[in-house]
């Protein structure tokens, strides 16, 4: 158990569903990050909160869409997907301020997501 | 631009053998990160240890050593002994000082044959 839940574990969506992944982390950390981890391929970073802040946005498509709302609790909203969007999507969370500080991220098992 | 490269995609060995997973990075900072994580099939990434440029010692924990040799920017995980339970995808992972952002290499399969 690292202190990182994500929920749910497995979602299978339509094209035209709408659905929002949770992240909550028990560790205290003030910095939050979306990754999206496909076959194959490295990690891609997604996202980055950082005192409830959006610090990083990595040209990510406007179907996805993070919500902050608070240093414990993230979300990745999602609507209109892609086949390709099909992915295992991980969260982790870490001590990123003041400068310096330990910032190791640590990660939630992911959600494995399927766009049919 | 950072860039962390695992040559290895996949690799066994039989029970008990040693191992070495290989890491090679870039960066133009003097001042970085660098990070091993262990991807079991459960899916969470789970970090097994962080280096810092400045520190060159080679580290031991337990079954794992890792080392770090700046002069061929190789940061190379060792498991000793390996076991069934070491079986897992691992990762190594790069970052600047003051940066959020992780530089992750894609990842070496390890599958320990029993």
């Known amino acids: 158990e690292t202190g990182v839940t994500q929920t749910p574990r497995h979602l299978v969506m339509g094209m035209t569903n709408k659905k929002s992944l949770k992240c909550e982390q028990h560790?205290?950390?003030?910095?939050m990050y979306w990754y999206k981890q496909s076959a194959k391929k490295p990690l891609e970073l997604m996202f980055v909160?950082?005192?409830?802040?959006?610090?990083e946005n990595n040209s990510v498509p406007s179907r996805f869409s993070p919500e902050c709302p608070n240093s414990s609790h993230l979300f990745l909203h999602l609507h209109t997907l892609q086949p390709e969007d099909s992915a295992l999507y991980l969260c982790?969370?870490?001590?990123?301020?003041?400068?310096?500080?330990?910032?190791?991220?640590?990660f939630g098992a992911g959600t494995r997501l399927s766009v049919l | 631009a950072q860039k962390v490269t695992q040559a290895q995609t996949e690799i066994s060995v039989v029970e008990k053998e040693d191992v070495t997973l290989d890491c090679v990075y870039e960066?133009?900072?003097?001042?970085?990160?660098l990070f091993w994580y262990k991807q079991p099939p459960s899916g969470e990434l789970v970090f097994l240890i962080r280096?810092?440029?400045?520190?060159?010692q080679n580290e031991i924990s337990g079954r794992y050593s890792w080392n770090f040799q700046k002069s061929t920017s190789s940061f190379n995980f060792t498991i000793t002994a390996s076991q069934v339970v070491d079986s897992a995808v691992y990762f190594c992972?790069?970052?600047?000082?003051?940066?959020?952002?992780?530089?992750f290499g894609t990842g070496t399969r390890l599958t320990i044959i029993p």
């Open positions: 992972a790069l970052t600047n000082f003051g940066n959020e952002k992780l530089t």
């Open positions: 280096r810092n440029s400045f520190d060159e």
């Open positions: 960066t133009r900072d003097t001042t970085y990160y």
């Open positions: 982790a969370s870490s001590q990123s301020h003041p400068r310096g500080a330990e910032n190791i991220q640590y």
């Open positions: 560790l205290g950390h003030n910095a």
């Open positions: 909160y950082s005192l409830e802040e959006r610090v």
